[in-house]
T-cell receptor
Framework: QKEVEQNSGPLSVPEGAIASLNCTYSDRGSQSFFWYRQYSGKSPELIMSIYSNGDKEDGRFTAQLNKASQYVSLLIRDSQPSDSATYLCAVNRPQGAQKLVFGQGTRLTINP | NAGVTQTPKFRILKIGQSMTLQCTQDMNHNYMYWYRQDPGMGLKLIYYSVGAGITDKGEVPNGYNVSRSTTEDFPLRLELAAPSQTSVYFC??????????????FGPGTRLLVL
């Protein structure tokens, strides 16, 4: 079992719709969860972080965490063509030093 | 602030050659990391450092070496390049924080091709 699993996609969503990205992780000791966006040929940039069960909203983005199910998701409302990118889920290793384990990423395409 | 900078942007190496990938950050971050990203994959941690003089292995350290003589710099050395090391290399930094909640900031990456 991979430590962090994501559906690699591609996920295609019409403009204005809600895009839903999912991630599962295997280490129950993980406490910090991150979503990074990566445009083609660019470096990852953090868009959301979440540490407690429930929802966290930031503008059009909502991160959802369920530690019991070892599941974290990212919702993008009112999807825009500029949201087309690969979204990487990252989970911390509990051993410290902020070591992250990344999923393989989900490629999202927003169709105008 | 320039953030995290990496040089070179792109390099072609022949099998068996050596090179150093440079990484510098101007945010006074204690923690620094080297990742590699293969096509269509996520990032894998090669080495990391929690401060000057302290380094440790990540998931995929074989074939690489690092040093950390200053807070700002964290170079990655490839001693005997192999085709399996063809990848994009990202350097990242962060500051120590509570419960690993600090953001990692990434450099622009170095694309390496080993032929």
């Amino acid at each position: 079992q991979k430590e962090v699993e994501q559906n690699s996609g591609p996920l295609s969503v019409p403009e204005g719709a809600i895009a839903s990205l999912n991630c599962t992780y295997s280490d129950r000791g993980s406490q910090s969860f991150f979503w990074y966006r990566q445009y083609s040929g660019k470096s990852p940039e953090l868009i959301m972080s979440i540490y407690s069960n429930g929802d966290k909203e930031d503008g059009r983005f909502t991160a959802q965490l369920n530690k019991a199910s070892q599941y974290v998701s990212l919702l993008i409302r009112d999807s825009q063509p500029s949201d087309s990118a690969t979204y990487l889920c990252a989970v911390n290793r509990p051993q410290g030093a902020q070591k992250l384990v990344f999923g393989q990423g989900t490629r999202l395409t927003i169709n105008p | 602030n320039a953030g995290v900078t990496q040089t070179p942007k792109f390099r072609i190496l022949k099998i068996g050659q050596s090179m150093t990938l440079q990484c510098t950050q101007d945010m006074n971050h204690n923690y620094m990391y080297w990742y590699r990203q293969d096509p269509g994959m996520g990032l894998k941690l090669i080495y990391y450092s929690v401060g000057a003089g302290i380094t440790d292995k990540g998931e995929v350290p074989n074939g690489y070496n690092v040093s950390r003589s200053t807070t700002e710099d964290f170079p990655l050395r490839l001693e005997l390049a192999a085709p399996s090391q063809t990848s994009v290399y990202f350097c990242a930094s962060s500051r120590p924080g509570l419960a690993d909640q600090e953001t990692q900031y990434f450099g622009p990456g170095t694309r390496l091709l080993v032929l």
